[in-house]
């Protein structure tokens, strides 16, 4: 079974840096099963990044995803406020469908 | 808009059964997968279940497996997972969301309920 593993696992920055987050799978993976959500508290998960680098529908392109194989990566450009939120990689599979990492939290410093 | 509403979280005793639903709208609900997702107190996200769009295909955690049961109305635009012989550890925000395969052959979640709560303890 394919385990993702998130890093690291709170990042704490400042409005305006860059923020990278890593997510690496414990085997190679098709990048079109790879995606991204965000969490902020209270609420549901919503769909960032598909297909490991394509930007879900009303998405800032300030998010962006890359990566293949093994580590993949979501880079957001500038942090906005409203970005300061628990981040989750996730692979589609077989058996078990989908499986999450254990997510980044990423705070204002 | 496309929405999806879940119901049917409640304070259950171990050993307990619950159903959980989830209304679905603004999609063609028939032509879509779907998800049940779980998130414990304070801990990440646990996919649960999924169902296929015609309901001929299921697949489970493993810690579900043999006590959960997932299924639909395609007609009511509803989805439902089963919960029978509840244990403590199944407490958990329960989301439902929507499969989304892409042309590209992506696949991922792209519409949540916004989540019903599950507490589980005598």
């Known amino acids: 079974e394919i385990v993702l593993t998130q890093s690291p696992g709170t990042l704490s920055l400042s409005p305006g840096e860059r923020a990278t987050l890593s997510c690496r799978a414990s085997q190679s993976v098709s990048s079109s099963y790879l995606a991204w959500y965000q969490q902020k508290p209270g609420q549901a998960p919503r769909l960032l990044i598909y297909?490991?680098?394509s930007r879900a529908s009303g998405i800032p392109d300030r998010f962006s995803g890359s990566g293949s194989g093994t580590d993949f990566t979501l880079t957001i450009s500038r942090l906005e406020p409203e970005d300061f939120a628990v981040y989750y990689c996730?692979?589609?599979?077989?058996?078990?469908?989908?499986?999450f990492g254990q997510g980044t939290k990423l705070e204002i410093k | 808009e496309v929405q999806l509403l879940e119901s049917g979280g409640d304070l259950e005793q171990p050993g307990g059964s619950l159903r959980l639903s989830c209304a679905a709208s603004g999609f063609t609900f028939s032509t879509y997968a779907m998800t049940w997702v779980r998130q414990a107190p304070g801990k990440g996200l646990e996919w649960v279940s999924t169902i296929s769009s015609s309901a001929d295909s299921t697949y489970f955690a493993d810690s579900v497996k043999g006590r959960f049961t997932i299924s639909r109305d395609n007609p009511k635009n509803t989805l439902y997972l089963q919960m029978n012989s509840l244990r403590a550890e199944d407490t958990a925000v329960y989301y439902c969301?929507?499969?989304?395969?892409?042309?590209?052959?992506?696949?991922?979640?792209?519409?949540w309920g916004q989540g019903t709560t599950v507490t589980v303890s005598s």
């Open positions: 969301a929507k499969d989304y395969y892409r042309n590209d052959g992506s696949w991922s979640l792209d519409v």
């Open positions: 996730q692979h589609y599979g077989w058996s078990p469908r989908y499986i």
């Open positions: 297909g490991a680098s």
